[in-house]
């Protein structure tokens, strides 16, 4: 645990989490009848629940990432993108377990179609195993976030504060 | 330092108002209490109902890609796939003009073409209902299917 309490490491899962999910959710933010279309698409739930999921899904992606980039309330928002990976994996597990076909998982873009030769290839858009890799990795990191004590950096170790236990260091 | 749920709970709170106040206010929004593939003007039948249409000699459209179509349809239907709709609408028209009613079909749930085909016919002057759920509720409503290859 000693790499993942370094408190640089914590730093840069901070801001490639936040930035990842920040990132995720402008366009879905900007388009919210074609994000809510790649919700129905998954099948996971009917119409309207899958409305209401997209209309406040990016926000929640959205406040998470800016708190996490921020480093404020970064345990609490670590947990909140850990909730909505472990909520993506199941559903992820669900489509892959019925067969379904979701060419875009409207992770990050909704733009209904993309050339073959585009960038990011078409196997990063779907629901598939490049999906659940990429999000137990995130959840890991967002759990280290959440539960990792941070070690203290050079500065706060010359400078002992009552929150440390000197036993640990 | 423990972890304090009610901020947990508050950043879950104020994504979630955020998100339905940017889809109130944004002009972008959707209409939340409705399948967000409706427009005005699209009509639905559910799968029982179609089926009576069906048998008083309702003409059935498929929307998906014609290879779909090949491999089984609902009994009596002519392929009218969304993509390619401009080419595959003179084949059909003239069965069109004779029908009485007119249902359009694709794979359901997220699938939209049945809803682009109809309001595309409604633009040429033609009246199209559009099957609630497409095939996965006709399927489900144990209603039949043509499965015999088409070329």
Redesign the interface.
């Known amino acids: 645990m000693t790499l993942l309490a370094n408190p640089r490491v914590q730093l840069a899962l901070r801001l490639l989490l936040g930035a990842f999910f920040v990132y995720a959710s402008l366009d879905k933010?900007?388009?919210?009848?074609g994000f809510?279309?790649?919700v129905?698409?998954?099948?996971v739930a009917g119409?309207?629940p899958?409305?209401?999921v997209?209309?406040?899904?990016?926000?929640?992606?959205?406040?998470?990432g800016l708190?996490l980039i921020a480093g404020v309330?970064r345990?609490?928002?670590a947990?909140?993108i850990a909730l909505l990976l472990v909520v993506f994996l199941g559903a992820a597990a669900s489509v892959l377990a019925r067969g379904i076909d979701v060419q875009n998982c409207g992770c990050v873009s909704v733009a209904k179609e993309a050339a073959l030769s585009a960038w990011p290839p078409a196997w990063t858009r779907g629901v598939g195993w490049f999906l659940v890799v990429r999000n137990l990795l995130m959840l890991a990191g967002a759990l280290a976030i959440?539960f990792v004590r941070r070690a203290p950096t050079e500065a706060e170790a010359s400078q002992p504060t009552p929150?440390q236990e000197p036993s640990r260091a | 330092m423990p972890v304090d749920w009610k901020r947990f709970i508050l950043i879950l709170a104020a994504g979630a108002s955020l998100g339905f106040a940017w889809n109130a206010f944004s002009g972008r929004g959707i209409v939340l209490g409705q399948s967000v593939l409706m427009q005005a003007g699209d009509e639905l039948v559910k799968a029982a109902d179609a089926k009576g249409l069906l048998d008083k000699g309702a003409l059935f459209l498929d929307a998906r890609p014609r290879d779909f179509w090949r491999m089984s349809r609902i009994p009596g239907s002519l392929s009218l796939p969304e993509e390619g709709f401009d080419k595959a609408f003179p084949e059909v028209e003239e069965r069109l003009r004779r029908a009485s009613t007119i249902v359009v079909y694709c794979s359901g749930y997220g699938c939209e073409a049945s809803h682009i085909v109809a309001r595309k016919l409604r633009e040429k002057g033609f009246a199209a209902a559009i099957l609630d759920e497409g095939l996965p509720a006709w399927q489900d409503a144990q209603l039949p299917l043509d499965t015999e290859p088409r070329p």
Do not use: C, D
């Open positions: 933010i900007a388009s919210p009848a809510a279309k790649i129905y698409q998954w099948q119409p309207v899958s409305n209401l997209a209309a406040t899904l990016p926000w929640v992606e959205l406040v998470a708190l309330w345990r609490e928002a947990l909140v959440a929150e």
